[in-house]
């Protein structure tokens, strides 16, 4: 497995560098506003205009997997990411230039998350894919842990256009080692003739064990069906907090709580990679206990439904108390919780899904969880702008971000049943398969 698992460090590598990028506005942001004049609502919309093609762009480039190898997809995505944030670099780049280049970087960055996990699952059998996926799940708060001491040293020391620079070399080198070792899994489906000439046949996925193929199971029944649905709209409500923690967690730090840069960049830093520790201890868990051919002590659903419940109070707690005794260590893991239900709903959908249709379905999958990331930057933005106080505004931001999360986890756990599901689609399941299991 020594190829599948360094193919699983690359693409590690991959988010870190995709949320880096996605991070450098948020740290930036203070800075951005005071040398172009803009307000809050207004970074908002620079913000949210990452998402304008970010949904779009996912769902096109992964129904593209079916007729295009992955390898070469992830390293067009790298290029063009990295391309976008330059621009920035040039001093007469203004307000409409920083737009203009965040909806390439967001057409660009929109298909990252599913193209790479479709290929990290050609990679692994089923019953071993919670783990990689997790991992590279992992990528995202790593990416903001490095990203906010770096580049918060860099905005200090260089500026914050340098900012924009770093990460889009950062992109540039990790394209240069993809070309190098980049390759397809021996579990990928066929693509373009070869998916074609298999179309209405089985397949082998692992051990084996036959797979339908996308002409047997309707789309439709697999995008209408309650596990999808919940799953979609809990990764909706993580995707939200995550979107929201990114763009708005240091101006609140540094314009409610009085914290300076660096002790805002150093706290949303450490913050992260304690959401990125619950995502890899998560993953552990589903492993062995996928390896033990056991199952878990919750369905998948009401175990992650859990989970998003004791995030959402978190974060009403965390919007809401003044102690910073309280706030920091709920930013060290009891927000993250919310953030398992990335894990499980790509896992659950792969697992109810043909492996001929998996990229489009996480692609869709991405299409409806990135609208938080469109919508909550300029819901928060605004309703700063337009409380009474700064403070005022964020907490009804955070509790309305808290009331996402419970109604999204009271949702999952009573209606995301993929196993279910898969068995009513006629999917069948590989020995040992497990999806990413609650413990």
């Not at 009403?316 to 309280?326: N, R, V």
Request: hydrophobic letters at 55%; charged letters at 10%; glycine letters at 12%.
């Amino acid at each position: 497995m020594s190829g599948a698992w360094r193919t699983t460090w690359l693409l590690l590598a991959f988010m870190v560098v995709n949320f880096a990028d996605k991070a450098v506005l948020g740290l930036a942001g203070p800075e951005i506003r005071a040398d172009f004049g803009i307000s809050r609502q207004e970074f908002g919309i620079a913000q949210s205009a990452f998402f304008a093609l970010f949904s779009v762009a996912a769902l096109v480039v992964s129904a593209l997997t079916r007729r295009v190898r992955t390898t070469p997809l992830l390293l067009v995505l790298a290029l063009m990411w990295s391309a976008a944030q330059l621009p920035m670099l040039w001093g007469a780049a203004g307000f409409g230039t920083l737009l203009a280049t965040r909806v390439l970087l967001g057409a660009a960055e929109g298909p990252a998350s599913p193209v790479a996990m479709h290929h990290v699952h050609g990679w692994f059998p089923q019953r071993e894919r919670a783990l990689p996926t997790a991992i590279l799940l992992v990528g995202a708060a790593a990416g903001v842990a490095v990203a906010s001491p770096v580049l918060t040293w860099v905005i200090t020391h260089w500026g914050w256009r340098w900012s924009f620079g770093v990460v889009g070399l950062v992109g540039l080198a990790w394209a240069a080692v993809w070309r190098t070792w980049g390759a397809e899994g021996p579990l990928a489906p066929p693509v373009g003739k070869g998916a074609a000439a298999t179309a209405g046949a089985p397949s082998v996925e692992a051990a084996g064990a036959p797979s339908v193929e996308a002409d047997n199971v309707p789309l439709r029944r697999i995008l209408l069906s309650g596990s999808f649905v919940t799953a979609a709209f809990g990764a909706f409500a993580a995707y939200w907090l995550m979107s929201t923690l990114l763009t708005w967690s240091p101006d609140y730090l540094e314009s409610v709580v009085g914290w300076n840069l660096h002790q805002a960049g150093t706290l949303v830093g450490v913050g992260a990679l304690a959401n990125g520790a619950v995502l890899l201890v998560h993953g552990l868990l589903a492993q062995r206990t996928a390896r033990r051919g056991g199952t878990a002590r919750l369905p998948v659903g009401a175990g992650a439904g859990l989970l998003m419940t004791v995030s959402g109070c978190a974060v009403a707690t965390f919007g809401t108390t003044e102690s910073m005794w309280i706030k920091v260590p709920l930013m060290m893991g009891p927000m993250a919780m919310a953030m398992v239900m990335l894990t499980v709903a790509t896992t659950s959908c792969a697992r109810m899904t043909p492996p001929s249709r998996r990229g489009l379905v996480l692609g869709v999958l991405t299409f409806v969880y990135a609208l938080g990331g469109i919508l909550s930057p300029l819901v928060l933005g605004g309703m700063v702008d337009r409380a009474a106080t700064v403070s005022a505004g964020y907490e009804h931001g955070w509790l309305l971000t808290s009331a996402l999360l419970l109604a999204a986890g009271v949702l999952a756990a009573l209606f995301c049943r993929p196993e279910r599901t898969a068995r009513r689609l006629g999917v069948p399941e590989a020995p040992g398969t497990a999806v990413a299991v609650s413990p």
